[in-house]
């Protein structure tokens, strides 16, 4: 079992819509919980992150961790087609410069106009 | 955009070649990381660094070595290339605590 498990999709959706990615982990040592955004061809740019459970709302984004569950969502209020894109959850068990992130394998999300 | 930069952006090499990929940074970040990105896999780290001449391995670092003489700049070498080692390459950085961690643009590296 992979430590970061997240549903690869694709996944389309109409523009407006609600949307709901999701990754589960196995390692209750995680703390730390980000939202990477990956655009084609580009780099990860860090959307959001939270510590331990409870949610983060910033824009259209919220975060949601469950850590009783060992469960992560990112909601994406009115999407838009600029919001066409992979979505990559990541983990790290603490604050200390040593502690390694772990990555999902991402969710690709397609908004449609 | 943070202040990182990758070279080469594309490289085509052959099989038992030696290959050098450059990260620089303006940021005057202390850590800096190597992650290779592969269909189904994600990201996983080969290498980091956590300041000047201190390294350290990743999940996935055989075939691979790197090194830092300047706190701007963190050098990933395939000793000798092999097909398995065809992917995309990131460089990131941080400030600090790695889960704020700034990515650079990639390189594509293809082995033939």
């Known amino acids: 079992q992979k430590e970061v498990e997240q549903d690869p999709g694709p996944l389309s959706v109409p523009e407006g819509a609600i949307v709901s990615l999701n990754c589960t982990y196995s390692?209750?040592?995680?703390?730390?919980f980000m939202w990477y955004r990956q655009y084609s061809r580009k780099g990860p740019e860090l959307l959001m992150y939270?510590?331990?459970?409870g949610n983060k709302e910033d824009g259209r984004f919220t975060a949601q961790v469950d850590k009783s569950s060992k469960y992560i969502s990112l909601f994406i209020r009115d999407s838009q087609p600029s919001d066409s894109a992979t979505y990559l959850c990541?983990?790290?068990?603490?604050?200390?410069?040593?502690?390694?992130?772990?990555f999902g394998p991402g969710t690709s999300l397609s908004v449609i106009p | 955009d943070a202040g990182i930069t990758q070279s080469p952006r594309h490289k085509v090499t052959e099989t038992g070649t030696p290959v050098t990929l450059r990260c620089h940074q303006t940021?005057?970040?202390?850590?800096m990381y190597w992650y290779r990105q592969d269909p189904g896999h994600g990201l996983r780290l080969i290498h980091y660094?956590?300041?000047?001449?201190?390294?350290d391995k990743g999940e996935v670092s055989d075939g691979y070595s790197v090194s830092r003489s300047k706190t701007e700049d963190f050098l990933l070498t395939l000793e000798s290339a092999t097909s398995s080692q065809t992917s995309v390459y990131f460089c990131?950085?941080?400030?600090?605590?790695?889960?704020?961690?700034?990515f650079g643009p990639g390189t594509r590296l293809t082995v033939l």
């Open positions: 990131a950085i941080s400030p600090g605590v790695p889960n704020e961690q700034f």
């Open positions: 390692n209750s040592a995680f703390q730390y």
């Open positions: 939270t510590y331990s459970s």
């Open positions: 990541a983990m790290t068990p603490g604050g200390t410069s040593y502690d390694k992130v772990i």
């Open positions: 940021e005057n970040h202390r850590y």
């Open positions: 660094s956590y300041g000047v001449k201190d390294t």
